[in-house]
């Protein structure tokens, strides 16, 4: 029996994603997360799953950061990432951080239960259009993913509120916390990075491409 968990904020494509591998995998149970916390509460409840099929964009997953976060926490899970994007930087960025396979939303049911399949025999999945042609990730860039994945859910998303130039204050109201936190958080965020300023911070971080978390 195989059991998968399916962490995507749509319900409907959840449940369409459900029907697909149900038909493809009769004896399947699955698990279903909407958002990064709740992921990784799953994750944590149970650590006998076969595959965590994940959205990069689903909220508080910040594009890359949740995918760097549970393969800090979780090395040996196998993730695939479940995508509506289908750019060749980010599928190349994705296996380099840790992800066996890249599925498009885009194709077909049977496409994607093929693709399943190929990465729980433990090979790498890409699109065909894509294989071969996917840059390396540099040992700075993996060392720097290995920092980032130390931050909190909330310190991600501290950084990001700095990313976009807010005061502590501004910071404190957006998230329903006192600026006495915003200060703790961005002390934690420079010593986890080893930076000792904002700018250095987000630099970091844009260097890795991540995107602001979805609230």
Not at 72 to 92: Q, R, Y
Request: with cysteine; aromatic share 6%.
């Amino acid at each position: 029996m195989a059991k998968f968990l399916i962490a995507d904020d749509h319900p409907l494509f959840r449940e369409a994603l459900q029907g697909a591998l149900t038909n493809h995998y009769p004896d399947l149970e699955l698990r279903e997360a909407g958002d990064l916390e709740e992921t990784l509460a799953a994750l944590q409840a149970d650590q006998e799953l076969d595959l965590l099929l994940l959205d990069l964009h689903m909220p508080g997953s910040g594009d890359l950061y949740g995918l760097i976060r549970i393969r800090s926490d979780f090395p040996l899970l196998p993730v695939a990432i479940i995508s509506g994007s289908e750019d060749a930087t980010v599928i190349a960025r994705c296996i380099g951080f840790g992800a066996l396979g890249f599925i498009p939303k885009s194709l077909p049911s049977v496409d994607i239960a093929n693709a399943i399949d190929a990465i729980l025999q433990g090979d790498t999945w890409v699109p065909p259009a894509v294989q071969g042609r996917l840059d390396r990730i540099s040992s700075e860039d993996h060392e720097l993913a290995r920092k980032v994945a130390d931050l909190t859910p909330q310190q991600y998303r501290v950084l990001f509120l700095l990313h976009e130039g807010l005061l502590n204050k501004q910071i404190a109201w957006q998230l329903n916390i006192t600026e006495a936190t915003v200060k703790a958080h961005i002390t934690a965020i420079f010593r986890k990075l080893g930076v000792y300023s904002r700018t250095q911070a987000v630099l970091l971080a844009e260097r890795l491409q991540l995107e602001a978390p979805v609230n």
